[in-house]
Structures are given as structure tokens and as C-alpha cells.
């Protein structure tokens, strides 16, 4: 395959002065130059087409170029593209929220909207410590998480962060403390070992006085490891959290809008969190938009302290092009039948990557929803494996020891089928 002289300069003009994520300026890993994209298709200027298996991490669950999101956002733009939230409101704004609110679990009906997965955590955060401020426990600062856990790249949000296998131990010493507590042995599926509460309620007893809120990804660790522990573990550490007086963070950036297998992962154990974060996919995909919604109970003591107001205000919040896209995302979702499409991505990922699990080089194959793991014994070589997928007519962005597969949920099942073979046959070249 070949690009024409023009693509090759851009290329070039990338290599020389563009950083890519958790990438060195003269990285040696392959760029690919997508020219354009639909479906569940990648459409390289090169001429190559691949089945995308990530969408484009996580969030484009309708695909790419949807004609209903098109629209959504071709007829935002002919009214306004953005206008600032201080002292101004508009409708994408407020149709969106008044979804919000109706969709996510009972009790969530403040909502802080903002523009990306890691300042939602940072708002749910200054939320909590705000909040018992002004209920006059300003000791109650820190925060407990769950080990193996990710939240975000911000600085705040990687102090949650698990400090030794996450991806920010080179910021530590500059980190905001924070208590770690081992994650849940028992797996999705199955009721809580007793054991598995120890660690937690060892915490809280210990430091609830200082903790303003345990914060975790329910049900699904994402980038810290993909990992699918009990939905029971998440009921009894609500509880716990009830009964020490902390409050209750649901990091739903991943798993919201029907990746886990329901609409939010909360959902799998029947609870609401007193704030929940929301990203990713709220705009299918199209931009960045994300928000942290909480308890009438959390927003009316944050107004009714000092100073009275929530101190936080990003210049783009609540963009109204944005809101309108995220607004139509989820009016696309709930009208589909999602659940059912869900179920048969899960049963053809779980069948597609069952080979796997009989390779010497794969120490587990589990899936959850529209989530499909693959974890290897040992970490992959990212430039080599990611070649490998180009060269069988797939993209797969593997990290660390994890091949993993969320693709859109429009997913055909045959386009299913191939993009598992891909794996199989990818994951099965890697023996060294």
C-alpha cells in the first residue's frame, strides 16, 4: 500500500512535533493516517480498511459518522457552536441534563456538566471534600479507592490512581495521599467473600474521620487492568460507606451507557452512589463532553455553606454543540433494542475469543457486556503486535499484558466474527 507525497508530509510534520498518548516524540511505535471513518471501519490513506475493535476507547458506540449524530450537530452549528454558562443557559443543555437525570439511577439530579472523563472525577472530588466543608468536617479530605483501579490522567484524579501498577509513580512525591484497599477477589458473578470487605472496612473504621469519599469504577476496572469483580462487593461497600459516614463516588466514565451489559454498572447492584461520573461515550464518540451528577442532599449543602456556591467553572462547560450530539447519542441508545445487541456482542465475543484460553501464552479470557479480554502472561511489544493487527485488517490498541476488544455496538456479526479471528490469530503469533 502506498499514500500519496502529501499524506507522507503530514506524516512526517507528525513525527516531528506531535506527542501521541503515553507516547515519546520519537516514538519508533506506528502512526496510521485515517483519512476518513464509518461504521465500524477505519478508512486509511493508504487505502487499508480495518474493523475497529476499540472505539476509539470506548465512546463511539454508534459507530463513526452516524447520520443522526451528523445532523444533531449540523443543526446545532446553524444556531450557535458555543456561548458561556455563566449566567447564560441554552436548551441542548437542558433537554440533556433532564435525560440525565431520568436515566441514571434513582436519587442523581444535580448534574455539573464538563469536558472530559478526568475533570469530572477532579469536580467529584472537590464535590465531596466541598460538601463536608460545609457540614463543618473540614478534617474529611482524602479519599479511599480500590487497588488496580484507573480515573484519570489530571492530578487529582491520579492520586486515586493505584500508585504502583498505574501509569503515574513517576508523580507520587507531588500526589495528594490517598488509601488504597485491596480490590475484590470475587469475580463478577459470584456473591462477596467476607474477606474481600476487610481491607475496606479496615480504612474507613480507621480513617473515616479524614475520608470524604471512596471513589471506584463499579463492577468494571477499566485501564487498570480490566477486571470484572462482584456486583455483591459493590452493595456492601455502599453500605459500609452509609455507615461510616463517607460518601460514595461511582466512576461510570467506561462503563456507562450500556458497555457492563446495563445502561450504568451501578445498576448490577441495585445501588445509587451519592455522585457518579459520566464521560466517554455521552457523546457517542463525535467530542468531548462528560459531567458528575450527585444527590439533592450533596448540591443543597454545598449552597446552603461557605461560600454558597460550587467552586469550579470550565470555559467550555455545557457546550452547546456538544450537548446537542450527547443528546441525540442518547436518544439513539435508548431507542434501540440495546440490551438484547449487547447480549449477542457478549455471547460472540465470549465464542470468538474462546480459542484463547487454551494458548500457553494467555493466562485468562474473560468478557463482560461489550467488553472482550484477552490477558497474556506476559506484556505484549506494542510495536509489533500492533502491526500485526494492522496487517490482518483490524484495529486493537493492546496495553500492557491485555488484548482487549470494546467495539461499537452496531458491530455486525460477522464483523464480529472477523475481529475475534484477528485476535486469535494475532494473540496466537505471540510466543515469545
Known amino acids: 500500500m502506498t499514500i500519496s507525497p502529501k499524506i507522507q508530509s503530514e506524516i512526517d510534520l507528525d513525527h516531528e512535533h506531535i506527542w501521541h498518548p503515553y507516547s515519546a516524540m520519537q516514538s519508533d511505535l506506528p502512526v496510521y ?80 456538566i464538563s469536558d472530559s472523563g478526568s475533570v469530572s472525577v477532579e469536580v467529584a472530588m472537590k464535590m465531596a471534600i466541598q460538601y463536608w466543608n460545609s457540614t463543618g468536617e473540614p478534617d474529611k479530605q482524602r479519599f479511599a479507592t480500590l487497588r488496580n483501579g484507573y480515573h484519570g490522567d ?12 498505574g501509569m503515574h509513580s513517576l508523580f507520587n512525591s507531588v500526589l495528594s495521599r490517598q488509601y488504597f484497599v485491596e480490590r475484590p477477589a470475587s469475580r463478577f458473578g459470584e456473591p462477596c467473600d467476607p474477606a474481600d470487605l476487610e481491607s475496606l472496612e479496615q480504612v474507613l473504621r480507621q480513617h473515616h474521620a479524614q475520608l470524604a469519599a471512596l471513589i471506584l469504577e463499579p463492577v468494571v476496572q477499566g485501564a487498570g487492568g ?56 455521552l457523546t457517542g464518540g463525535y467530542m468531548s463532553l462528560a459531567a458528575t451528577l450527585t444527590t439533592a442532599e450533596v448540591s443543597n449543602t454545598i449552597d ?62 474473560r468478557c463482560l457486556g461489550a467488553i472482550g479480554v484477552v490477558e497474556m502472561q506476559q506484556p505484549v511489544e506494542m510495536s509489533r503486535i500492533t502491526r500485526q493487527f494492522v496487517e490482518a485488517g483490524v484495529w486493537v490498541r493492546p496495553f500492557g499484558k491485555l488484548v482487549y476488544l470494546m467495539p461499537a455496538y452496531i458491530i455486525s456479526d460477522e464483523d464480529l466474527e472477523k475481529l475475534c479471528s484477528a485476535v486469535v490469530e494475532v494473540v496466537s503469533l505471540q510466543t515469545d
Open 226 to 281: 480490566m477486571y470484572f469483580y462482584s456486583a455483591d462487593y459493590l452493595r456492601q461497600a455502599r453500605a459500609l460507606c452509609e455507615r461510616y459516614r463517607v460518601l460514595l463516588i461511582a466512576d461510570e466514565i467506561a462503563t456507562g451507557f450500556g458497555r457492563s451489559g446495563r445502561l450504568f454498572a451501578c445498576e448490577h447492584a441495585g445501588i445509587t452512589p451519592d455522585i457518579m461520573c459520566i464521560g466517554k461515550a
Open 33 to 112: 493516517h485515517v483519512e476518513s471513518a464509518a461504521g465500524v471501519r477505519l478508512h486509511l490513506s493508504d487505502g487499508r480498511q480495518l474493523i475497529d475493535g476499540m472505539s476509539s476507547w470506548w465512546c463511539a458506540i454508534h459507530g463513526y459518522n452516524h447520520a443522526r449524530l451528523n445532523q444533531a450537530a449540523e443543526e446545532q452549528l446553524q444556531r450557535m457552536a458555543h456561548v458561556m454558562f455563566g449566567g447564560l443557559t441554552h436548551s441542548p443543555a437542558i433537554r440533556l441534563v433532564e435525560k440525565l437525570v431520568a436515566v441514571t439511577p434513582d436519587g442523581l439530579q444535580s448534574v455539573f
Open 304 to 365: 446552603q455553606g461557605n461560600p454558597g456556591v460550587f467552586m469550579h467553572g470550565p470555559t467550555f462547560m455545557a457546550n452547546p454543540l456538544a450537548c446537542a450530539v450527547a443528546l441525540s447519542s442518547l436518544e439513539l441508545l435508548l431507542e434501540s433494542d440495546w440490551q438484547r445487541r449487547i447480549g449477542q456482542i457478549e455471547q460472540g465475543l465470549r465464542q470468538g475469543l474462546a480459542a484463547c484460553a487454551q494458548m500457553p501464552q494467555v493466562a485468562e479470557v
Open 154 to 165: 489530571t492530578l487529582g484524579a491520579m492520586s486515586v490512581c493505584d500508585p504502583v501498577t
